[in-house]
């Protein structure tokens, strides 16, 4: 596994892209590849930091292949930088009260994780009906991180998982500006850490936002350039 910090910051908002490149050229013309790439949010057009970086990241990814963007409510899609939609809707994954909102607070309450579960088996589903076979699959999203495992070892492909921040510490620091009790709120922290690890864990490679969000993580020192 590597590990490397991310150049970009999710406060950068410039969505300029390589646009005078032809879209045909590949970074490397040795590859072709079919890259699946995994988020709880459709972000096309960016509404925050965040979303022009997961954008950013996909437009890159598509220098290498043809990119199928997975994420709910999208419309069946080709952008100009070739990136294509997929929609992965579900009842767990519709509506942002659910795919975001319930699925924080249940890791406070549920310790058997049914909820992202039930999610991730009809996101699998959808997705092992698509007619390609992909060579890469892109997590870039805790929502995400079940499925992006079990279609990665499905289609034995390389596993990228791309985290812009520690989102243990991220979710700490949200619940810490809420009233929420310390008990349920280290009860969820702690359970977004032990997902975040699992998604690191088999990884081929994982993308940070900076080298602090590396050292936040448990990486062995071998994987840190």
Avoid at 17 to 44: A, G, K, Q
Avoid at 111 to 137: C, I, K, N, Y
Avoid at 200 to 215: E, G, K, Y
């Amino acid at each position: 596994m590597t590990s490397a910090p991310d150049s970009d910051t999710d406060t950068d908002t410039n969505l300029d892209t390589d646009t005078d490149t032809d879209l045909n050229t590949r970074s490397n013309p040795d590859l072709d590849l079919d890259i699946l790439h995994l988020h709880r949010e459709h972000v096309y057009p960016p509404s925050d930091g965040g979303e022009v970086r997961v954008w950013k990241t996909a437009d890159r990814l598509a220098r290498f292949g043809t990119v199928w963007f997975a994420c709910p409510t999208a419309n069946a899609y080709v952008h100009d930088n070739g990136v294509r939609t997929v929609d992965i809707s579900n009842p767990y994954m519709r509506r942002k009260l659910t795919r975001i909102y319930l699925w924080n607070g249940l890791l406070a309450v549920d310790p058997t994780g049914w909820f992202d579960r039930l999610q991730t088996d009809r996101t699998v589903e959808t997705l092992m009906q698509h007619p390609a076979s992909f060579d890469l699959v892109v997590c870039d999203s805790p929502q995400m991180i079940r499925a992006s495992r079990r279609l990665a070892d499905h289609f034995d492909a390389t596993l990228l998982v791309n985290f812009h921040n520690s989102m243990y510490e991220l979710l700490d620091q949200q619940l810490r500006s809420r009233p929420v009790p310390a008990p349920l709120r280290t009860r969820a922290v702690d359970r977004l850490r032990a997902l975040d690890q699992a998604a690191i864990d088999p990884a081929d490679a994982v993308v940070f936002q900076s080298p602090a969000d590396v050292s936040a993580d448990d990486l062995p020192p071998a994987s840190v350039p």
